[in-house]
């Protein structure tokens, strides 16, 4: 696809968490629990007017949902600041201190004051019904691949609770997370390829991972993206989670933008305009008194009731495929669940399926008097909550005739998306009453200049020089999230420069592959383990075996993983004694082989003691036996 033609503009917001001593507003550790919390307390939100006088869309949606919501939080890791209790402290130092040190790495120009806002924010990711954010610098520039790109802002924020269940109008979150401060790093739209946003992506989490003082983790960074073209419109496209997503979501997005445009030349072909469509809604529910569809059958016994709308010169569209998995009767979906709360819909398009008889679409049609050119949507729900889905579905035909809609969606794992509310518009925002502002002095500044640390480039050479591993795998350990332990190891102990590299890269991803939670493995768990092979209580064939057992059990220390499962290196005569065993038993084969038998022996010797013995020590100890037995 020819981008440039289209005029794809990308724009990216990237949130990492920092690895501070305390959150952002209080002095509560940055950390997750676990297990039963101590206490929980409910709260409704609601929008409030921003300082000019205006209530945000987004947070009027939000709020029309009624939700409740249950927050859960133990005492170690949140007090009274994340309950909405107390005034929050003073801004934390050190995250300031951080958010600088990047904007100083890229050329960005720090503010004089930092002024802390509120950002309406009503959907319970906060019990305070907005979000505390700050800017701190502005401008700034990033070099990918000798082109460079402009950066809007960095800014500071805090992190939103996190949900951990939710059920009808009721949501639960715990508040643990509340609080964890997040830089936000915002790009210019100089982004114009599903590649470029993948590769400046990387490069700006190159920058922060350089800086030392990044969380990791599921989780502690995430990617919004914000993509238009010709004749589109600006979608925000929130919680990009995993970075080699980003190029998949920028190119599905790209058709189904251009799929939507498509449409609006297929139905002016159908010479449809607005005036249509009529919002027309009717109760269907005789037709499928008979139905053998579950669904509905189920909704008709708890009294619920099928209401439907007829959707003129529809017929076709709302099957029309817009990126894969994803049609318009599946956008039309979305909205309805997001405004009432329904499960979903059904459509002329797809039926007869789901048990709908062609009977019951027939009928169907003639009760909304619904001609060939025409699709009709039904609902099963309660009465209110289908007229609410099918205003949404209607709402959502009258803007497939303008073409794309400015709205925020949410990536799926697959790199498509869905929709999640309207998008938000500028009167969000207010001072934060209960904070004064930070003077950034000049002294500050050139106190964090003077420590900057090395830049990507610059580090992945000095890998390469200091530790002896090649380029591939220098790349490796300094694009992942382990780049912090692998140093650290490297400085406290002789360990293996390799191997280290080796086993935080490509070994933990295998395990994450056979489903280890290799995220459940702390710095100190990982230090703990090379220990044990520095001081030659295990070997390296081992690692595996004790990483996934350690990810299971998270509060034992490396060596109990030696005992539970039995890997405790062999002793020179337990060694001594299976090696003796085993020529003994092939005798035949070394009177025969002589010293060519090394290698099936040292195969069969590995075998059975693989884990538990050094491989050198093995094939010493088989030396000195073959020998001895060819002299003989």
């Not at 390469?464 to 780049?483: H, P, T, V, W």
Request: proline share 4%; glycine share 6%; charged share 30%.
């Amino acid at each position: 696809m020819d981008y440039q033609k289209i005029g794809l503009k990308v724009g990216l917001e990237i949130h990492q968490e920092l690895a501070t001593e305390h959150k952002m507003f209080c002095k509560c550790p940055p950390l997750l629990f676990s297990g039963e919390p101590d206490y929980t307390f409910i709260r409704r939100l609601r929008p409030s007017q921003s300082e000019l006088g205006k209530v945000d869309p987004a947070a009027l949606f939000e709020s029309m949902k009624g939700m409740t919501m249950v927050y859960e939080a133990n005492s170690e890791t949140s007090c009274l600041v994340e309950m909405d209790e107390e005034p929050p402290s003073p801004l934390n130092e050190e995250a300031i201190d951080i958010s600088m040190t990047f904007a100083l790495m890229t050329d960005s120009k720090p503010v004089d004051e930092i002024h802390v806002m509120r950002k309406i924010v009503v959907d319970g990711s906060n019990t305070t019904g907005f979000q505390r954010t700050c800017v701190v610098s502005l401008g700034g520039l990033i070099d990918v691949e000798g082109k460079q790109y402009r950066l809007q802002h960095i800014g500071l924020e805090e992190d939103a609770a996190r949900k951990v269940s939710e059920n009808g109008r009721v949501v639960r979150y715990r508040i643990d997370r509340l609080g964890i401060p997040l830089i936000e790093v915002t790009t210019a739209p100089d982004i114009h390829s599903p590649k470029e946003a993948e590769d400046v992506a990387l490069t700006i989490g190159r920058i922060l991972r350089a800086t030392g003082k990044v969380r990791r983790g599921l989780g502690s960074i995430r990617q919004d993206v914000n993509i238009s073209i010709n004749r589109g419109a600006l979608i925000e496209i929130k919680g990009v989670q995993e970075l080699g997503l980003i190029s998949k979501v920028v190119e599905y997005e790209v058709q189904r933008q251009m799929r939507l445009i498509e449409l609006v030349s297929e139905l002016k072909k159908r010479r449809m305009t607005r005036e249509d469509l009529q919002e027309e809604i009717i109760d269907v529910s005789e037709v499928f008194e008979e139905t053998k569809s579950r669904i509905i059958r189920n909704a008709l016994k708890k009294g619920d009731r099928v209401l439907a709308i007829k959707l003129t010169k529809f017929s076709g569209v709302l099957g029309f495929e817009l990126c894969p998995n994803r049609r318009l009767g599946t956008e039309m979906a979305d909205h309805a669940k997001y405004h009432a709360g329904v499960k979903g819909i059904f459509h002329t398009d797809e039926l007869p399926a789901y048990r709908i008889t062609d009977e019951e679409v027939s009928a169907l049609k003639k009760a909304v008097s619904a001609t060939s050119t025409d699709a009709v949507v039904i609902v099963a729900d309660e009465l209110e909550k289908c007229q609410r889905a099918l205003n949404a579905v209607f709402q959502r035909a009258l803007t497939t005739i303008d073409g794309v809609p400015k709205e925020t969606r949410s990536a799926d794992p697959d790199g498509t998306t869905h929709f999640t509310r309207p998008r938000p518009g500028a009167a969000r925002m207010y001072p934060e009453t209960d904070m004064v502002s930070t003077v950034i002095t000049q002294e500050r500044l050139d106190r964090l200049r003077s420590i900057l640390p090395e830049m990507p480039d610059e580090r992945l050479e000095r890998l390469q020089r200091y530790y002896g591993i090649n380029e591939k795998l220098a790349r490796q350990i300094s694009d992942s999230e382990y780049i912090g332990v692998f140093e650290r190891i490297t400085g406290s102990m002789k360990v293996d420069p390799t191997l280290l590299a080796v086993t935080l890269t490509e070994t933990f991803k295998s395990l994450e592959r056979d489903g280890v939670q290799v995220l459940n493995l702390g710095d100190e768990a990982i230090k703990g383990v090379f220990s044990l092979i520095v001081s030659g209580k295990t070997v390296k064939e081992s690692l595996p075996e004790i990483f996934t057992w350690l990810a299971e059990n998270t509060a034992k220390h490396p060596e109990e993983a030696l005992k539970a499962l039995r890997l405790e290196m062999f002793t020179q005569k337990e060694l001594r004694g299976i090696a003796e065993a085993k020529v003994r038993t092939y005798k035949e084969m070394v009177e025969r082989m002589g010293y060519r038998a090394m290698g099936p022996l040292m195969g069969m010797m590995m075998s059975e003691v693989r884990g538990r013995a050094d491989a050198r020590d093995v094939q010493k100890l088989l030396r000195e036996l073959l020998s001895a037995h060819v002299k003989e």
